[in-house]
């Protein structure tokens, strides 16, 4: 095994490139000759995958998604206050990438909002909930997030599976 370091990068060129990431989309005579680039050393990187099964804090997920609806609650109440929602609109949509955005924006919802109806079921809060997604953003899946995660008390089966994770125990 050849190992050498690039700008805090450690190349890894080995035979036994199935331990590699790339290995699985590489065909099999160009296996000797696959780089990886890893962000760490070999043995910082065997270090940190022991310590994967250490998962992130309910409470982190809480923080973020309420310092995402702060953020996202202030800029929408300057928006409205300080922009012209109509003009500025036509202005957006009058653009390509303004189309593009709003595009994968609402693709995004539309994703969201699926992993919503799904965890809580239809039933009028869901569809609420999904309502307020395609009008506020970001805000609503904040407070959604926030709520299912205060919801959960650290149980990452129930944050993400809601009522379902309930009925299999």
């Known amino acids: 095994m050849i190992a050498a370091s690039l ?14 990431p790339l290995a699985s989309s590489v065909p099999h005579s160009l296996a000797p000759s ?16 022991q310590q994967s099964d250490k998962e992130v804090p309910m409470k982190t997920v809480s923080v973020l998604a309420g310092l995402g609806a702060l953020a996202m609650g202030l800029v929408l109440i300057l928006a409205f206050v ?14 390509r990438w303004g189309i593009a955005s709003l595009v994968d924006l609402y693709v995004a919802f539309l994703l969201f909002s699926a992993w919503i109806l799904y965890r809580e079921g239809i039933r009028l809060h869901s569809v609420v909930w999904t309502a307020a997604v395609m009008l506020f953003g970001s805000l609503a899946i904040c407070l959604f997030v926030l709520f299912s995660a205060h919801a959960a008390k650290q149980d990452w089966d129930v944050f993400f599976r809601g009522p379902h994770a309930r009925s299999k125990r």
């Open 7 to 20: 700008y805090g990068l450690t190349s890894v060129i080995s035979p036994e490139v199935y331990s590699c």
């Open 34 to 49: 696959v780089v990886c680039w890893l962000p760490y050393s070999e043995e910082d990187l065997s270090a940190s995958m």
């Open 82 to 95: 300080e922009g012209d929602f109509i003009r500025e609109g036509r202005e957006l949509i009058a653009l």
